[in-house]
């Protein structure tokens, strides 16, 4: 199957810094990417689809401002965090939907600690 | 609104018996469904969807639009098996978005 890579899998980070979270599809061209968010023992939960060459189109209740997400390629996208606080301290999966595939592919995660 | 409900977050069943994983989901129109697994330390999977009507792994679910659920079942549970197990809608067509269920985490014990 198709692999989709994330960087970097784990970051810590003082309040008030950004972050910026790597998703990558190795193998294939990722027409759409997908991220979630998913808090412990929680389920994945949509924020944002994000198009190749076009603006990404946010869930209801995700600040776009907060969460800038940039796919400027077929291979990348890119999810940053603006500002953060430790309540956006949470996994951060995406995900990657390639024009000669039916189902999406996911990353393998970051994990992002705020302190 | 839609939405996915596993109403089991932990199940546990020996070896070698039937296991059942319940899904039920809200939505008005004709949805899509999915089953996600995910082994430990592994990243999230598809195990299978409705529209394959396939088996993957001995695991089957079938779409029951009247009861509004796609519940998964394996006659003989394996120690393989134990894993995080998310029921997932696809909301829009075209736009390939995907709800998901709260994930049950399914114990096999030998």
């Known amino acids: 199957g198709a692999v989709v890579s994330q960087h970097p899998s784990w970051v810590i980070c003082k309040s008030g810094t950004s972050v910026k979270i790597e998703c990558r599809s190795l193998?294939?061209?990722?027409?759409?990417m997908f991220w979630y968010r998913q808090f412990p023992k929680q389920s994945l939960m949509l924020m944002a689809t994000?198009?190749?060459?076009?603006?990404?189109?946010?869930e209801q209740g995700v600040e776009k401002d907060k969460f800038l997400i940039n796919h400027a390629s077929l291979t990348l996208s890119t999810l940053t965090v603006t500002s953060a606080h430790p309540e956006d301290s949470s996994f951060y999966i995406c995900?990657?939907?390639?024009?000669?595939?039916?189902?999406?592919?996911f990353g393998p995660g970051t994990r992002l600690t705020v302190l | 609104a839609q939405r996915v409900t596993q109403p089991e977050k932990l199940l546990s069943v020996f070896k070698g018996a039937p296991v059942e994983l319940k899904c039920n989901y809200s939505?008005?129109?004709?949805?899509?469904l999915f089953w996600y697994v995910q082994y430990s330390r592994q990243r999230l999977q598809l195990l299978l969807r409705?529209?394959s009507r396939e088996s993957i792994k001995g695991f089957t679910a079938d779409l029951n639009k009247g009861e509004t659920s796609f519940h998964l079942k394996k006659p003989f549970a394996q120690e393989e098996d134990s894993a995080m197990y998310y029921c997932?809608?696809?909301?829009?067509?075209?736009?390939?978005?995907?709800?998901f269920g709260q994930g049950t985490r399914l114990t096999i014990n030998p």
């Open positions: 995900s990657a939907l390639g024009s000669s595939y039916n189902e999406q592919f």
């Open positions: 193998d294939f061209q990722a027409t759409t």
């Open positions: 994000s198009n190749e060459g076009s603006k990404a189109t946010y």
């Open positions: 939505y008005s129109g004709s949805p899509e």
């Open positions: 409705h529209i």
């Open positions: 997932a809608l696809m909301a829009e067509f075209g736009a390939q978005k995907l709800v």
